[in-house]
């Protein structure tokens, strides 16, 4: 790996992420050996930036720091933020889905009350002479029909929360599509060398 073997105090700087003023202070520690006037600008030798490695980050390469590290840690938070939301919906996906479950299972206790009423009303029905009372069959008539009404709702209603199931299916798929291309646009930018971004 070819490395720097001196940098100006703007490129030191950049390269350790501290304040110009931290970097003069460490500088003017440094013996006068380990650095140069090339101009109007000092240069640190190779010897004055391992020296201030000690102090601002012993493992750092000499290496230029790519430019676009900034965005690739804003990258790394909106792929975040979009897994916090993902996993915000499949929370919510999956209560609807209970709740779903729980009308099915009202649904199918209707159901088999209302199929109840209708052979007992056939079995009153075809005897010649009915054992209840007008007034009985009346009443089991209009709480037949109130049962039924109430099935009819529930079937709208589970049919419409399916709808919203299979929309937040879709809405998940699309969200996991979006965070795999995050994710490899984070990787591909982890894995590009400092001197590609120039290309």
């Given at each position: 790996m070819?490395?720097?073997?001196?940098?100006?105090?703007?490129?030191?700087?950049e390269?350790?992420?501290?304040?110009?003023?931290?970097i003069?202070?460490?500088?003017?520690?440094?013996?006068?050996?380990?650095?140069?006037?090339?101009?109007?600008?000092?240069?640190?030798?190779?010897?004055?930036?391992?020296?201030?490695?000690?102090?601002?980050?012993?493992?750092?390469t000499?290496?230029?720091?790519?430019?676009?590290e900034?965005?690739?840690?804003?990258?790394?938070?909106?792929?975040?933020?979009?897994?916090?939301?993902?996993?915000?919906?499949?929370?919510?996906?999956?209560?609807?889905?209970?709740?779903?479950q729980?009308?099915?299972d009202?649904?199918q206790?209707?159901?088999?009350?209302?199929?109840?009423?209708?052979?007992?009303?056939?079995?009153?029905?075809?005897?010649?002479?009915?054992?209840?009372?007008p007034?009985?069959?009346?009443?089991?008539?209009?709480e037949?029909?109130k049962?039924e009404?109430?099935?009819?709702?529930?079937?709208k209603?589970?049919d419409f929360?399916?709808?919203?199931?299979?929309?937040?299916?879709?809405?998940?798929?699309e969200?996991?599509?979006i965070?795999?291309?995050?994710?490899?646009?984070?990787?591909?930018?982890?894995?590009?060398?400092?001197?590609?971004?120039?290309?």
């Amino acid at each position: 790996m070819n490395t720097k073997k001196e940098m100006t105090l703007a490129e030191l700087e950049e390269y350790f992420g501290v304040s110009r003023d931290k970097i003069i202070y460490r500088y003017k520690q440094l013996p006068k050996s380990y650095s140069k006037r090339r101009g109007n600008k000092i240069v640190v030798l190779k010897a004055g930036i391992d020296e201030l490695s000690k102090f601002f980050g012993g493992n750092k390469t000499m290496e230029k720091p790519s430019k676009n590290e900034g965005k690739t840690e804003q990258l790394q938070s909106d792929l975040n933020e979009e897994l916090k939301e993902k996993n915000k919906q499949i929370s919510e996906l999956q209560k609807i889905i209970q709740e779903n479950q729980k009308l099915l299972d009202q649904q199918q206790q209707l159901h088999l009350q209302a199929n109840q009423r209708i052979e007992m009303l056939e079995k009153q029905l075809s005897l010649e002479e009915p054992k209840t009372a007008p007034q009985d069959d009346v009443v089991a008539k209009e709480e037949f029909e109130k049962l039924e009404e109430n099935r009819q709702e529930l079937i709208k209603s589970i049919d419409f929360q399916s709808k919203e199931i299979k929309a937040l299916h879709e809405a998940k798929k699309e969200d996991e599509k979006i965070n795999e291309e995050l994710f490899n646009e984070l990787k591909r930018l982890h894995n590009k060398k400092w001197y590609q971004f120039w290309k």
